[in-house]
């Protein structure tokens, strides 16, 4: 069975400190990890694939298959990235049915 | 147009009533998506339908019903709900089903209240 697992449901970080949102997952097979972000007040958004290994809004998060990880991190928060994080995992290949499972979400919260 | 649009944005039912909630999407994409929300909890996935066919039922029960009249909407029927029903129902869609890589876009979510 496919599990996406973010341990930590809130994460409080003063501005500029470093942040790492942890995602954990168990999937047999090859999956694809996305971050997504919900802002307060608005709709759910991508912010992250591992496949595209890009960087957006400062972060970054690479796949770690030997761990089973897709931890999203950013050297130095802002206050403006205080939002709910959520990972999640579809199977990819032959075996990719569009659905998207979450994460329990992680509420990020930047102090200033 | 880049934006999934719902409506109504709230809903409050009682357990006799029937309503339906409405999702549009003009960017083209193929495959749709129900998603049910409960407070501080991560979207469940209820029902998708790729090319206005019924692709995954995640085993919701018969008092939600979807319908896809075309590629750009979809409609999700509720009757008979319980207060439990009580949540944010978020659509979303993507280009196709099955594309890897396919971002999902979601709407603003319906928050219905079961009375």
């Known amino acids: 069975a496919q599990r996406v697992t973010q341990p930590e449901k809130l994460l409080s970080v003063f501005k500029g400190a470093p942040v790492e949102l942890k995602c954990n997952y168990s999937?047999?097979?090859?999956?694809?990890l996305f971050w997504y972000v919900q802002y307060s007040r608005q709709r759910l958004q991508l912010l992250l694939r591992?496949?595209s290994r890009e960087s957006i809004k400062g972060f970054t998060a690479d796949l770690n298959k030997g761990e089973t990880s897709f931890h999203l991190k950013k050297p130095f928060a802002q206050e403006e990235d205080s939002a709910m994080y959520y990972c999640?995992?579809?199977?990819?290949?032959?075996?990719?049915?569009?659905?998207?499972?979450f994460g329990q979400g992680t509420t990020l919260q930047v102090k200033p | 147009d880049t934006e999934v649009t719902q409506t109504p944005k709230h809903l409050v039912m009682g357990m006799t009533n029937k309503k339906s909630l409405k999702c549009e999407q003009h960017?083209?994409?193929?495959?749709m998506y129900w998603y049910k929300q409960k407070a501080k909890k991560p979207p469940e996935l209820m029902f998708v339908?790729?090319?206005?066919?019924?692709?995954i039922n995640e085993s919701v029960p018969s008092r939600f019903s979807p319908e896809c009249p075309n590629s750009s909407l979809l409609n999700l029927h509720l009757h008979a709900l319980q207060p439990e029903d009580s949540a944010l129902y978020l659509c979303?869609?993507?280009?196709?089903?099955?594309?890897?890589?396919?971002?999902?876009?979601f709407g603003e979510g319906s928050r219905l209240t079961v009375l």
């Open positions: 979303a869609s993507s280009q196709r089903e099955r594309v890897n890589t396919g971002e999902l876009f």
């Open positions: 999937y047999s097979g090859s999956p694809e």
């Open positions: 339908y790729s090319y206005e066919k019924l692709s």
């Open positions: 591992h496949i």
């Open positions: 999640a995992l579809r199977r990819s290949g032959s075996s990719n049915t569009g659905k998207l499972i």
């Open positions: 960017m083209g994409h193929r495959a």
